[in-house]
């Protein structure tokens, strides 16, 4: 089991930028990370897979704009945000893929807004 929290959410401008912090409770290492969204009224979404090795994947919505990274000594994991739109207000979720299990954080906020 692993606690997910994240942070760095918030009220930006469209074209500005933020970044999404994921602290996990214990060693991320050998996992899969990742970070969802889910905007009003819509379904869960996926915006970003960083494998253990740090390979990448992206939505097609996000890609060219959003960089997800991550620090296994600090067992972190990072969301980049570029040239916000606001189409992506959102709440945003880390992920972690341990052993076939999902696990999630309690989201952040992100809102995207002249």
């Known amino acids: 089991q692993v606690q997910l929290v994240e942070s760095g959410g918030g009220l930006v401008q469209p074209g500005g930028s933020l970044r999404l912090s994921c602290a996990a409770s214990?060693?991320?290492?050998?996992?899969?990370m990742g970070w969802y969204r889910r905007a009003p009224g819509k379904q869960r979404e996926l915006v970003a897979i960083?494998?253990?090795?740090?390979?990448?994947n992206y939505a097609d919505s996000v890609k060219g704009r959003f960089t997800s990274s991550r620090d296994n000594a600090k067992n972190m994991v990072y969301l980049q945000m570029n040239s916000l739109k606001p189409e992506d207000t959102a709440v945003y979720y880390c992920y972690a893929r341990i052993a076939g299990l999902d696990y999630w954080g309690q989201g952040t906020q992100v809102t995207v807004s002249s």
């Open positions: 214990r060693s991320i290492s050998i996992w899969t």
């Open positions: 960083i494998t253990n090795s740090g390979s990448t």
